[in-house]
């Protein structure tokens, strides 16, 4: 299994492109099954979970052609109403299919995708929707069968905003008779580039990137050529280190708007920030203040840089308290951080943590994605040699991040 080994100690200096979105790119690809003909996707992430999603198009009948960055879909011969436990286990976001297949060939079956390292992650709220719509829905030998001859609009009220809940509703509900209204919808710029993909595909929708979202039924919709949103989570990751290691980074074809809250917090912590349309320039200070956080649903601070700003308060000065509301158990990392000498207690759902003036290499356990990069992040200031095992967790998400990191002036390898 891959290993990344790191020196610490480098300040991180030079340019970065930020890679497309997986978070949007998961769902708009599953978008083509909607329709019939190519659709063609620029500045797709070249990541496991985009692979992951691809396999899974192609067991439903999809045509896919891919060349880097570049993806063609055709799913005129979706034929197959089944994605098998197999595939969903690899990834959860699978679930995505449930509400395109409802639509297209009345009935899906798909696997239900179980717990996982961050906490319970129920779909109840995605079922619900379906149900609503008319579905008939019941869970059999680990599976979701959901039926319908026909799907009509309706009121759905979210109990949380669900990401991919929204977007699963949202995907049955375009091809529904008559208007869905859809509230305390996710907001999350993903769901509405989302959204933007759709009606360029005929779609009716209005509301995206709002809590109240109204689809207007059509009967078909047609083939779109269109490019992925930068991925903000990415650019977080480079913000956060730049903080870190009193770098000196520009993100290139970022979209600062769409991280208002942890730039705020970054900068309350110490770092500068000169912001451009699509560039960012982030300098960070020979002082880091400990900063409390609260993640929320967006506009809110995202819970998948929960992690990383976690391993920067580690080494701030003061006390700073980081609370995880979105998901019951996101501190796995935690416990990997301390083992580098972090001075972090845990309480319920928030983690106080006690700046130290140093962090230790060690060799330390990825257990899910964004820890992951926060053990990496760790790893860029810590004295000595830090080595990330588990890294597949990474590549699920993060495009080619050692060979950034590296061209930023980091001592960072991958080892096999
Ligand atoms: C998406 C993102 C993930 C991010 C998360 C929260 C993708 C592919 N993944 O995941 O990176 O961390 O949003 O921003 O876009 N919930 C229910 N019932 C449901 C669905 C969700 O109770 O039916 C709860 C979850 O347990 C969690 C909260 O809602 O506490 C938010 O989860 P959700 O937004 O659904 O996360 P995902 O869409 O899985």
Redo the contacts with the bound molecule.
Sequence with gaps: MDRILIEGGHRLKGDVKISGA??AA?PILVSSLLTDGWNTYANVPDLQDVHSILHLLTTLGARVETEPGLVRINAGGLCNSEAPYELVRKM??SILVLGPLLARLKKARVSLPGGCAI????????LKGLACLGAAIELKHGYVEASADTLKGCDIYL???????TENIIMAAVLAEGRTILRNA?R?P?VESFIDVLNLMGAQIQGGGTSVISIEGVTCLHPVSTRIISDRIEAGTFMVAAAMTRGDIRLLDSQPQHLEALIQKLTLAGAHFKLDDQTVRVTGSDRITSVDIRTL?FPGF???MQAQFTALMSVAQGLSIVSET???NRFIHVEELKRMGADIQLSGNAAIIKGVAELSGAPVMATDLRASASLILAGLVAKGKTEVHRVYHLDRGYEGLEEKFRGLGAAIKRVK
């Design positions: 997986k978070n998961l959860r976001a906490g319970a992650r129920p779909i109840n709220l995605h109990d949380t905003p669900t990401v991919t809940g996710a999350e993903e649903p995202p819970t998948d979105v998901f019951e």
